[in-house]
Every structure is written in C-alpha cells, then in structure tokens.
C-alpha cells in the first residue's frame, strides 16, 4: 500500500461549490504539507502542519483551509471554488529532516 | 529575490544516452539542495540531497553535483532507459534555523528518453 494517499484523484466541481481534498499517511510523520503545481510554474506551498494542534499558512493560502483531524490525516478545503483553482494539487509529509513524500496528487478542475 | 531556475525546459534525448540538467539557485541563505523526479500523473520523488559541504552525490545511474560558490547544481543521468523519462525538480533549502526551512521549487527539466 501508498505510504501517502490522497482522495479524490480527480475531481470536477463547478464554480461556487464546496469542496474538500483528503490526505492520508502511514508513514508516521508529524508533518504534513499541502501543494498545488500548474503547468510551468514550481509546487507553491499552500499549508503545512507540524503537529495535530499546529497549522500554518504558505505562500498560497487565499481561497484555502486545511484541518488536521489526526496525525495520519490532512484535508484542504476550498471553500467557494473558482476557475483559477484549477490545478494539480499535492499532500506530503517529512519526518523532520525535510525530504518530503509527496502523494500521487489529486487533479482538479474547476468549471 | 529567493528563485531556482532550472534548464532547460524540456530535453529529448535517446535510449542510452547521457544527459546533464542544470540548476542556478539565488537562495540565502542555502541550507541544502535536492534533486526529485516527477513521472507523468505522480508525486515527486527525492533522488539526491546535499548540503553546502558535499560536491557530488550518486543514486545508481543518476548523479548530482553543486557549487555553492557559484550557486549552481546539475543533475547527471548515465545511459538513459526509456523509464527516466520524466520532470526533474531542482529543489533548494532556505535555511531559517533548522525547524522551518523553507522549501523553493524550480519548475523543472522535462525529460523524455526515445527508443
């Protein structure tokens, strides 16, 4: 099995709706991370948590929020979709010594 | 301005072939620098790590070296196979004292291998 999950793989939602991405792990890291990639850009950090009770905002945050429900689990929400939000977006996860797992990704579109 | 640019943008090469990628970082301050390699619909996996005192780091077939005097890396692949076909990201470390250093991506090699 996946050390790093994510659900759904693909998602097509349209503009205004609500909805949620899903990250799990069995790696036992304490730190989790939220990304998304667009084409010709680099990954852009979105949130990233140390520990259950820590969240922190990246460089993209606008437009996001992330809960973490367990140290296995991670989930970014978009909380009113729009177009520009279209994009590949990936959960990681590092032990502390900053190489990062990422998951296989989760492509969204956002009509 | 902390950037990581990365050439060239796309690369096609034939099976058994070498190629060299390249990695110009203007990040301080440098904490450390890693190559990953992204398939098509995956995640980015690591292949090397160095910090400022290391010159060159091997994983198999694929080889990486960094100046920091120059702020320069390149990732080396020896006798390409179909499956190195792939996006190289050049990844650099801003140090901000160990618990969260921040992580700045370039936007890649795309690498393809032809038969």
């Known amino acids: 099995d996946a050390d790093v999950t994510q659900t759904p793989r693909n998602r097509i939602t349209k503009t205004g709706k609500r909805i949620m991405l899903e990250c799990s792990q069995t790696?036992?890291?304490?730190?989790m991370y939220w990304y998304r990639q667009d084409p010709g850009l680099g990954l852009q950090l979105i949130y990233y948590?140390?520990?259950?009770?820590?969240?922190n905002k990246g460089e993209i945050s606008d437009g996001y929020s992330v809960s973490r429900q367990a140290q296995a689990k991670f989930s970014l929400s978009l909380e009113s979709a729009i177009p520009n939000q279209t994009a590949l977006y990936f959960c990681?996860?590092?032990?502390?010594?900053?190489?990062?797992?990422f998951g296989p990704g989760t492509r969204l579109l956002v009509l | 301005k902390n950037q990581v640019e990365q050439s060239p943008q796309s690369l096609i090469i034939l099976e058994g072939k070498n190629c060299t990628l390249q990695?110009?970082?203007?990040?301080?301050?440098?904490?450390?620098l890693r190559w990953y390699k992204q398939d098509t619909g995956r995640g980015p996996v690591s292949l090397t790590i160095?910090?400022?005192?290391?010159n060159t780091k091997s994983n198999g077939r694929y080889t990486a070296t960094l100046d920091a005097d120059t702020k320069q890396s390149s990732l080396h692949i020896t006798a390409s196979q179909l499956s190195d076909s792939a996006s190289y990201i050049c990844?650099?470390?801003?140090?901000?004292?160990?618990?969260?250093?921040?992580?700045?991506f370039g936007t890649g090699t795309l690498l393809a291998v032809q038969p």
């Open positions: 790696k036992g890291h304490d730190r």
């Open positions: 990695c110009n970082y203007t990040v301080s301050p440098f904490s450390n």
């Open positions: 990844v650099v470390s801003r140090y901000y004292g160990g618990a969260t250093n921040k992580l700045i």
């Open positions: 160095m910090t400022f005192s290391e």
């Open positions: 948590s140390f520990d259950v009770k820590d969240i």
């Open positions: 990681a996860t590092s032990d502390g010594l900053e190489t990062q797992y």
